[in-house]
C-alpha cells in the first residue's frame, strides 16, 4: 500500500508540472490563422459550418462542432484555450495508467514524464486546435485495448471503438495508428486470442459503416489537397524525421538564433532517446508492449513516406502528435529496461536528467525569445488601427490569415482578404490611402502579382516589419499612398 501511494504522489507532481508548463504563458502567443479560423467557423449556423468544412477546409467536423459549443461560453484568447491543456493532461494521466498496467509504474511515471515536459506536447496543446483532442482519444483508446487483450472487457471494446470512431471524424491522419493497431490486433488474437477475434472485427466493421457516412465528403475534400492526411509526397531525411518525430517542429531554435553549435546536442538527444526506444523493444517481452512499440515504427514509416523536404517547414510535423501516446509508452519502457540493468540505471537518470533540461529550455526560449514564436497578429491589428485613418482600405494577402487579423482589429475601415491582384474588390479604385498586410505572400500569389499592381499605381508611405523565423520573415505591413 505504501509503495502505491509513493507512486501516486510522484504521478500528482509529473501532472503539476506538467500543467504549470501548459498553463504557464497560455496567452504568450497571439491567436493564431487555424485558430482563428476555427473561431469564425464556429459563428456560423451548422449548416453553413458543414458546408466550408466540405468545401475550404481539410479536416472532418467533430472538433469544430465541440468547439463552437466551448466558444458560446467566450471569445477570449485564454479561455478559448484553457480546456485544450487539461485535455492534455488527461491523456497524460491515461499513458501512466496503461503504461503502468501493461510494464510496471516505474514505466508508467517516466512515460508520463517525458510527455508530461516535452517541448512539442506542451506547445502543441496550448493551441485551440484537434491536435490534443486526438492525442486523448488513442491514449483512451490504448488503455482500453490493453483492458481488453488482458480481460475481455466488453466495455473496453465498445470505448475503444467509439473513441476509435470520434478520432476519425476529428483528424484524418488518426487512421494511420489505428489502422496499423486493428492489423496488429488480428495477427495476435488469430494466434493467440481465437475467441475475441470475431467479436473485434465487428467492432471494426461498425466503425467503418459509421465512418462511411463521411467518407464521401472527405474524398471531395482531398480533391483540394488534404494536407491534414497528405502533407507532400516527398521523403525527407531520416534525421530530421526523427527530430520532429520527438520535438516538433519549432523547437530548433538554437539553429534559428546562430548557436549552430548547439543543434548537435539537439542531434545526439534524437539519437540518444532513439537508441532508448530500440533498446526498450530488443529487451522487452511483453508481446503486447512490442505491439504498441511497432505502431510507433509503422507510423514513423509512415510519416517517412509521405512528410516534406520543403524548405518552408515540415508541415507535417505538426501531425505527427499522433503518434506521441506510442513514443512516450516506448520511451518509458526503454528507461525502465535500463533502470533496472545495474549499470543502465545511471544512464537511464542521466537521460532523464538531459531530456528535462533539453525541452525546458527549449520552451523558455519560446516564451522570452519574440523571433521564433509566430506571427503576432495582435500588435499587427494595433499598428493599422491607431495608423490609419477613415476611407483607409486593408488588403491581406493570404486569404486565411484575414481572420487573426480581424479578431484583434478595432478599427473603422473595410478589411479583404485576398489571393492576388484578380481578387481586388472594386473600391481599390476610388482608394487614396491603402494598408498592405502580408504573410508569405509567395504561397498564394507565387508571381507576386498584387504586390506588384500596388507597386505601379501606389507610393509606399510607411513600413513595419513584426519579425518571426517560425514562418517565413513575419508579418509585414505596408501604407500605400496613391500616386
Known amino acids: ?36 479560423f476555427g473561431l469564425w467557423l464556429s459563428r456560423l449556423s451548422l449548416s453553413r459550418m458543414i458546408e466550408v468544412i466540405n468545401n475550404i477546409d481539410a479536416h472532418p467536423p467533430l472538433f469544430y462542432l465541440l468547439f463552437r459549443l466551448w466558444s458560446r461560453f467566450g471569445e ?81 471494446l465498445v470505448i475503444y471503438s467509439a473513441c476509435e470512431l470520434a478520432s476519425f471524424y476529428t483528424l484524418y ?29 465487428l467492432s471494426q466493421a461498425l466503425v467503418i459503416v459509421l465512418f462511411s457516412f463521411w467518407v464521401p465528403f472527405m474524398f471531395h475534400q482531398s480533391k483540394r489537397g488534404m494536407g491534414s492526411v497528405f502533407p507532400y509526397p516527398t521523403v525527407k531525411l531520416l534525421i530530421f524525421h526523427l527530430y520532429y518525430l520527438l520535438y516538433g517542429e519549432i523547437i530548433s531554435w538554437s539553429g534559428m538564433v546562430g548557436m549552430e553549435w548547439e543543434m548537435w546536442i539537439e542531434l545526439i538527444m534524437i539519437l540518444v532517446a532513439t537508441g532508448v526506444i530500440i533498446y526498450g523493444y530488443v529487451k522487452e517481452k511483453d508481446d503486447i508492449a512490442r505491439i504498441l512499440m511497432r505502431v510507433l515504427a509503422f507510423g514513423y514509416l509512415i510519416v517517412l513516406i509521405i512528410s516534406s523536404t520543403s524548405s518552408k517547414h515540415l508541415y ?75 476611407g483607409d482600405l486593408i488588403l491581406i494577402q493570404r486569404i486565411y490569415v484575414v481572420f487573426p487579423f480581424l479578431y484583434y482589429y478595432r478599427g473603422v475601415n473595410e478589411v479583404y482578404g485576398i489571393k492576388n491582384s484578380n481578387e481586388l474588390p472594386p473600391q481599390v479604385l476610388k482608394a487614396k490611402r491603402i494598408w498592405l498586410v502580408l504573410d508569405m505572400p509567395w504561397i498564394e500569389d507565387p508571381d507576386l ?30 501604407l500605400y499612398l496613391k500616386k
Open 1 to 36: 500500500m505504501f509503495k502505491y501511494k509513493k507512486y501516486i504522489f510522484w504521478l500528482f507532481i509529473v501532472l503539476v508540472i506538467s500543467a504549470l508548463l501548459r498553463y504557464s504563458y497560455l496567452t504568450s502567443e497571439s491567436l493564431w490563422v487555424d485558430e482563428a
Open 76 to 156: 477570449d484568447v485564454f479561455f478559448i484555450r484553457v480546456p485544450f491543456p487539461l485535455i492534455n493532461l488527461f491523456a497524460i494521466l491515461f499513458i501512466y495508467k496503461f503504461t503502468s498496467r501493461l510494464i510496471s509504474p516505474i514505466a508508467g511515471l517516466a512515460a508520463a514524464l517525458f510527455m508530461g515536459i516535452s517541448f512539442y506536447c506542451v506547445s502543441i496543446s496550448q493551441m485551440a486546435r484537434m491536435y490534443v483532442l486526438v492525442m486523448f482519444l488513442i491514449s483512451i483508446s490504448i488503455y482500453c485495448w490493453i483492458e481488453y487483450l488482458k480481460s475481455g472487457s466488453k466495455s473496453a
Open 173 to 201: 491522419i488518426s487512421l494511420i495508428p489505428y489502422f496499423f493497431l486493428g492489423l496488429e490486433s488480428l495477427f495476435y488474437f488469430y494466434f493467440k486470442a481465437r475467441n475475441k477475434l470475431k467479436e473485434f472485427i
Open 316 to 390: 507535417a510535423s505538426r501531425y505527427i502528435f499522433y503518434l506521441w501516446p506510442f513514443i512516450a509508452f516506448s520511451l518509458g519502457v526503454g528507461f525502465k529496461n535500463l533502470f533496472f540493468k545495474g549499470f543502465g540505471k545511471g544512464l537511464a537518470i542521466l537521460f532523464l536528467v538531459l531530456w528535462s533540461v533539453f525541452n525546458i529550455s527549449a520552451l523558455f526560449h519560446l516564451y522570452f525569445n519574440p523571433l521564433v514564436q509566430l506571427p503576432d497578429w495582435e500588435r499587427a491589428a494595433e499598428i493599422v488601427t491607431v495608423e490609419e485613418a477613415p
Open 449 to 478: 502579382t498584387l504586390i506588384r499592381w500596388i507597386k505601379k499605381n501606389y507610393l509606399p508611405e510607411k513600413n513595419f516589419l513584426l519579425e518571426s523565423i517560425h514562418e517565413g520573415e513575419g508579418i509585414q505591413i505596408t
